[in-house]
């Protein structure tokens, strides 16, 4: 946790140094840029068939740099709140913590609107709580691949969205003789769209 801390403090202070010797600031985005971001969604459900209500929060703020004129990379943090309630009263709360890497290919990074695709490694630890009062926490790893959008509105600022992912991941509860399990799939649900405002230095 501190190595990537201290990774990204360095890459921070890199593309600081590196954007004041720069003499016109332009939008779109080029080799040596860096840039942060925050993503936030939200997203609820309601089967009535089931009679399930479901509700998520995600916030996740990145860190990035461009190593060639179409390609970034960089790391992000992320924490992420779900809560699930049935026809029985029966009522699950989740919160995960996330940290992880990612890269991205931009088809045309130079202009105002270009889309994107990003590709992330994430390690997660999570925990779930079911009323009355027992809970279980989860460890686990991600890798996704996710399309996306980013529109810039000034020089130094952009708008981005992402939606959906295709990716696997595996995780493992901390329970007595629990053993690991892995999943592959599209996940096309309304609440996988997130929108983030960026900053480029």
Known sequence: MKQIILSVVALLAFGMANAQDKKETREGFGKGDLFISGGVSYGSSNDKSAEVK???FEIAPKVGFFVTEKIAIGARLGFTTNKVEDHNVTTVDGNTFAMGVFGRYY???ADKFSVFTNLGFDYSSSKNKLAPSSSDKLNGFEIGLQPGVSYFL???FAMEATYGNLGYQTEKSNAS??????TFGI???LRSISFGLVYKL
Request: a neutral charge; proline letters at 6%; charged letters at 20%.
């Open 187 to 189: 996940d096309l649900d």
């Open 154 to 156: 000034s020089k130094c």
């Open 177 to 182: 003789g629990a053993k690991s399990t892995g």
């Open 54 to 56: 479901t509700s998520g």
């Open 107 to 109: 088809c045309t990074p």
